[in-house]
């Protein structure tokens, strides 16, 4: 995930560990030699068209809209087609109302009325408040959920990781950020919530409890998953 800084100069850009509490806990739970945070690439505000999401001051977010607007603008100055003029009024309208591109969630043909174009905001904008600033870990944590991203665990042994997925990714897809070979492979899931992991104490008294479920390919990963992947060698 790439989640670009607009307003914000104190958080230097570079690779990112997301210390989500949830993992230390998991690792308190569950002895390993190493604990491996996910990592998200934060970049600079050069970098908005680009990014997976932004991260923005509260007092910068009207100064990022006004970047669409004014491109906005430009364009209804430049005669397009009815089709494109109509939903980029729809878009200054709502512009204007202080919502982003993202949020307005446009049908298949507003969307190609407008696929020629780039908007900065067409993306999820998470607002950081300035109290904030001070915890920039827990920040990114949230700025991580809040643009559609979720980690998976999977623990024990060599090492206790969380693995970054997109909201939605399956338990075949999930077990391809892992490694090919068991996304290939891939014969079922072996998952245990978060929830019951915490609840039973660790993941053998979970096991034991009988709340690790064997999971198929289309399951939908679920934030915070313990996960243990059977597949053919």
């Known amino acids: 995930m790439k989640l670009c800084l607009f307003g914000l100069t104190d958080i230097p850009v570079g690779k990112h560990n997301l210390k989500d509490p949830r993992l230390d806990e998991a690792d ?3 002895e390993a030699k190493k ?22 001051p509260r007092d910068g977010l009207l100064e990022l809209i006004f970047l669409d607007l004014e491109f906005i603008e430009t364009r ?12 980029l009024e729809k878009l200054k309208a709502q512009l204007e109302l202080e919502k982003t591109v ?28 300035k109290e904030e600033l001070q915890d ?27 693995w970054p997925v997109r909201q939605g990714t399956t338990a075949w897809e999930a ?10 492979g891939f014969i079922r899931a072996e998952i245990i919530s978060y929830a019951d992991f915490i609840a039973a104490g660790g993941e ?22 313990l996960t243990n992947f059977r597949f053919n060698k």
């Open 28 to 30: 308190r739970l569950v």
């Open 35 to 56: 604990k491996t945070y996910a990592q998200i690439d934060v970049v600079g505000q050069d970098e908005t068209l680009t990014s997976d999401a932004i991260l923005v």
């Open 76 to 87: 209804l100055g430049r005669g397009p087609t009815d089709a494109e003029k109509a939903v």
């Open 102 to 129: 993202f949020q307005m969630q446009l049908g298949p043909e507003e969307l190609q009325a407008v696929a020629a174009h780039q908007f900065h905001t067409n993306k999820p904008v998470v607002v950081a408040e």
């Open 136 to 162: 920039p870990d827990a920040l990114m944590v949230r700025a991580f959920g809040e643009s559609g991203y979720i980690s998976f665990f999977t623990v024990g042994g060599k090492e206790n990781r969380a």
């Open 175 to 184: 077990a391809g950020t892992i490694h090919t070979d068991i996304q290939k």
């Open 204 to 225: 053998t008294q979970a096991k034991r409890a009988g709340k690790q479920r064997l999971e198929l390919k289309t399951y939908v990963m679920q934030d915070c998953d």
